[in-house]
């Protein structure tokens, strides 16, 4: 009995086959797509994350009011003043840089804020750090290249005042009631000429600007943080 020879194919896989150079590749692509996904999900992740903590910016009401530092402030005459000489009047106190761009956007609109303001028991005033001016002509001049000619304008002597609040960022804004108490902050610049902003600032004098030195014992309901 003559017994035949099986042919056995040894010539390599053809591309595309199972287990050929093709199906190496096809892993590798399907690898490196899977890499990319995962990198795309990670970047969306980290965007909403920024995204949530951007939208906390807004007013900051305390749920105690806060005694005001001493420090002094100069005019443009040179006269110095504290913010307790404010006394009687809700304070908007917006501390801000030559050196900062959207301080200088919002000068514009903080003139029309005060123009329609300015009746109602609301002063509002804006304070620099002194070193950042050769003089008053400088100090003049660059409020009036941004149309902020007309607000009450002020220095802060040696950052004093900027210290004793912890501010280190522009723009950042006090708000102090009638009590001279610090009762909120707004951290970051707001288009000051929108009627719902200025309508927001009227609610928040209505219920803080006669609020006193609450006993932590006894406690109030915490007014959350809102978008300005």
């Known amino acids: 009995m003559v017994m035949k020879k099986k042919n056995v194919n040894l010539a390599p896989a053809r591309k595309g086959s199972p287990c050929g150079r093709g199906s190496l590749l096809t892993g590798f692509a399907d690898f490196s797509n899977l890499v990319r996904g995962l990198i795309l999900g990670l970047l969306i992740l980290a965007l909403n994350i920024s995204s949530a903590f951007a939208n906390q910016k ?16 100069m005019d443009k005459n040179g006269k110095a003043y504290t913010l307790q000489d404010f006394d009687g009047q809700f304070l908007i106190v917006i501390f801000w840089s030559k050196n900062c761009a959207p301080c200088l956007k919002e000068m514009k609109t903080l003139e029309v804020f005060q123009e ?103 406690g109030i309901k915490k007014i959350k943080v809102e978008e300005l």
């Open 116 to 218: 329609k303001t300015k009746y109602d028991g609301i002063k509002l005033i804006i304070v620099s750090n002194e070193r950042e001016w050769s003089g008053a002509k400088e100090y003049e001049k660059i409020l009036k290249r941004y149309n902020g000619e007309n607000l009450d304008a002020y220095t802060d002597r040696n950052g004093d005042l900027m210290s004793a609040f912890g501010i280190h960022s522009f723009p950042n804004t006090v708000l102090i009631n009638s009590k001279n108490l610090e009762i909120g902050r707004i951290r970051g610049s707001a288009d000051w000429s929108d009627k719902k902003v200025i309508e927001h600032m009227y609610k928040i004098k209505a219920e803080n600007n006669t609020r006193g030195h609450i006993n932590p014992n006894i």
């Open 58 to 73: 807004g007013v900051n009401i305390f749920e105690y009011p806060r005694d005001l530092p001493k420090a002094k402030i």
